[in-house]
């Protein structure tokens, strides 16, 4: 009986023909290498001579780690790790200066696998570490005040630094299914859009009669508006909705 080493799923090898081939031009006009959902289980290194690309999409591999030799890359503007096996990224990631898009979603890497090299990227504007383990986020990420939006959702916090929720230009952060206690709840997910119920921007006798009739209608529909709206003790009931376990549904993926 032949003798052999146990391995995982060899992948798709990928050859600087298939690399070449793969090369799309984006919106913009940049040079993007799409590998994406090539069953790729390690990093190609026939494409370290195509590290002139604007963007490079490895998403939905089978990758564990990313090479030092990224940091051949300096071009590049966008990179998207997200749905791979990755359990850490290495330090050179943060001499990649012209990133602004970084998404490493839905991989296995810890706060401690998270190198501490990333708040050098001083141009991301987006970044995703959702659906990771982390434990906690780097005080340091403070650094990028660029970033406009941050996911976190999906991993293991209980808190999020100050120096990142006050991000002189974030207007998006996604926090979601982490076990915050109730209290960092309230205070985070607060809603931040101050509302109103009334704005007047003219005066009544500065409107024409067909302007001023017109108001006049649309102000009459919200008051019989909100004597219709159930109140909230009341239980909403929806007898003639299917719930994705009718059987008059069979493709469940529908839901």
Not at 56 to 85: A, G, T, V, Y
Not at 86 to 111: A, H, R, V
Not at 168 to 180: D, G, I, V
């Amino acid at each position: 009986m032949a003798k052999g080493k146990a391995t995982g799923p060899k992948g798709k090898k990928i050859t600087l023909k298939i690399a070449k081939n793969s090369i799309r031009i984006s919106y913009d006009g940049g040079r993007r290498l799409d590998l994406s959902k090539m069953g790729i289980t390690t990093f190609p290194k026939c494409i370290l001579k195509l590290a002139d690309v604007d963007e490079l999409d490895l998403s939905r591999n089978m990758l564990k780690k990313i090479p030092n030799s990224i940091e051949k890359f300096q071009k590049l503007r966008w990179l998207d790790l997200h749905s791979n096996q990755l359990e850490e990224l290495p330090k050179t990631i943060g001499t990649l200066q012209n990133l602004f898009y970084l998404n490493i979603c839905n991989n296995k890497l810890t706060t401690k696998s998270l190198p501490e090299e990333l708040h050098l990227l001083k141009n991301l504007r987006f970044l995703n570490l959702g659906l990771n383990c982390l434990e906690c986020i780097p005080s340091n990420l403070g650094a990028l005040q660029e970033l406009k939006e941050l996911g976190l959702f999906d991993n293991l916090l209980t808190t999020i630094p100050n120096s990142v929720k006050k991000l002189p230009k974030l207007n998006k952060l996604n926090a979601e299914r982490n076990p915050f206690p109730d209290s960092i709840k309230k205070e985070e997910f607060v809603d931040p859009i101050k509302r109103i119920e009334t704005l007047y921007l003219v005066q009544e006798k500065d409107l024409c009669c067909s302007c001023l009739k017109t108001c006049q209608g649309e102000k009459d529909k919200m008051n019989k508006l909100k004597n219709i709206i159930p109140s909230p003790s009341k239980k909403l009931s929806f007898p003639l909705l299917l719930t994705p376990n009718s059987t008059a549904k069979d493709n469940q993926e529908q839901w």
